[in-house]
């Protein structure tokens, strides 16, 4: 463990942040430290010091004895449970060591986040689930909320919400003839989908838009749907610009500079969602040959991934269909985010491994087949999705996206600014490089 880099960080800042905690646990072990225990192991793992007091600069606690505070760890979170009493379920994997700082022992006990094999969250037994389960955010422990409980239960389980059936809506609140297309497009893939139907209805049985009794399923109405807001008005992408590079940062008292509002079935949301983001983001100008073209910012294809992935692996259980895709425009970023947290065993670091997870896998599949209104279809659902984002950004000269995971939310963000701004490609120019094609500008 690095504690002392750890107590050097907590010292210069001055308090505890998302990372670490400090208490002086002069006497007896504090019970609220079970509390950062599970906020720890929900969020990303962290590093309690036990014998530093904040109150006197992290400095080591007068007083302080090591053992009991050692034989009280080891008691609350013992190597077997099921031959004990653990003051949390599950135990988290952790690290319990002896260390020195300024020369006087300090327990640190650093916290693995749970594993993807264990039942989630990790909750303080004595408080029980619904308000013994903590997240940590800066240096404090937040309860979760009911919905982020029901995420962490299920975090690998298919549950299938996007296969349940809508009773109020009926087969004439599917488009007749985005139907028809993807029919079309099946077919000429030489599919075996659909063989063996005798009619549309037979068809869409077939492929999870209409339930066994013909009502249309969430993923039908979504996907192929007239104006699936009709029983779900929050499904909507909101796309937000922003005047600072804050939410609610005022500037003149204004708190945005547009506002759109993407609805209908999933291929018209991207669509819409790409287009009103691409509109309020500059472009520059790239001549091939004798041919210029305005490039915007952020690629295109960046910007139609990123929006479809959050619409296809959001969560659209009961909990969430209130909640929306937000797109928020900033001067120096694109964010996308979505409802549901990551999903199956997928984290930030193995996001872009290529391969393909989703909790709504019916309407993965559905939306590999569904054609977008220029043409292609929304998603190829072959875990290609991440990579190209990745390629296509650094052929831009754009940073890397960045992907972050709260509990109950995921949110890509795309830097609008590389290494081709608009000042770099003048002094180019200025250079006698004005013939470099744009990857040896970007060299």
């Not at 646990?25 to 599970?38: F, Q």
Request: proline share 7%; with cysteine; hydrophobic share 40%.
């Amino acid at each position: 463990m690095d504690v002392e880099a750890t107590v050097a960080r907590l010292r210069r800042q001055g308090s505890d942040d998302a990372a670490a905690e400090a208490k002086s646990s002069v006497g007896k072990l504090p019970k609220d430290v079970w509390n950062t225990v599970s906020a720890f192991a929900n969020t990303d793992g962290g590093l309690i010091l036990l014998g530093l007091n904040e109150a006197e600069g992290f400095a080591p606690a007068t007083g302080f004895k090591a053992q009991p505070i050692i034989d009280a760890l080891t008691a609350g979170m013992p190597a077997s449970p099921s031959n004990a009493s653990p003051r949390v379920e599950p135990v988290p994997d952790h690290e319990i060591e002896r260390v020195e700082v300024d020369g006087r022992p300090v327990i640190a006990l650093r916290i693995e986040p749970l594993r993807g094999d264990q039942q989630a969250p990790c909750f303080v037994v004595d408080k029980g689930l619904e308000n013994g389960s903590f997240r940590r955010r800066d240096d404090q422990n937040e309860h979760l909320s009911t919905y982020a409980i029901y995420l962490l239960r299920h975090r690998n389980e298919y549950l299938r919400t996007d296969r349940q059936p809508v009773p109020q809506a009926r087969v004439e609140d599917l488009d007749s003839q985005t139907v028809e297309r993807l029919l079309s497009n099946i077919s000429r893939a030489k599919s075996r989908a659909v063989d063996g139907t005798t009619s549309t209805i037979e068809a869409l049985r077939r492929l999870n838009i209409l339930d066994p009794g013909g009502i249309p399923t969430l993923a039908g109405l979504v996907a192929v749907g007239t104006y699936p807001q009709q029983f779900f008005p929050q499904l909507f992408v909101d796309i937000t610009v922003h005047p600072g590079n804050a939410k609610s940062a005022l500037s003149d008292g204004v708190r945005f500079v547009d506002r759109r509002e993407a609805d209908g079935a999933i291929p018209d949301m991207v669509a819409e969602a790409v287009s009103a983001t691409l509109a309020n983001l500059k472009t520059r100008r790239v001549v091939k040959g004798a041919v210029g073209q305005d490039v915007p910012e952020i690629p295109p294809e960046v910007l139609r991934e990123a929006i479809a992935n959050a619409l296809v692996h959001r969560d659209y259980s009961p909990q969430a269909v209130g909640q929306q895709v937000a797109v928020d425009v900033y001067p120096n970023r694109v964010e996308i985010s979505s409802p549901g947290g990551l999903w199956g065993g997928v984290t930030t670091e193995n996001i872009d491994s290529g391969q393909s997870r989703s909790r709504n896998d019916a309407l993965a599949k559905l939306l590999t087949r569904v054609p977008l209104p220029g043409g292609g279809v929304v998603v190829e659902n072959q875990g290609s999705g991440v990579p190209l984002m990745l390629n296509a950004m650094q052929s831009a000269g754009l940073p890397r996206p960045e992907f972050t995971a709260a509990v109950d939310r995921v949110t890509v963000t795309l830097f609008r600014h590389g290494l081709l701004d608009e000042d770099t490609a003048q002094w180019l120019k200025v250079q006698g490089a004005s013939g470099l094609t744009p990857h040896q500008q970007m060299a």
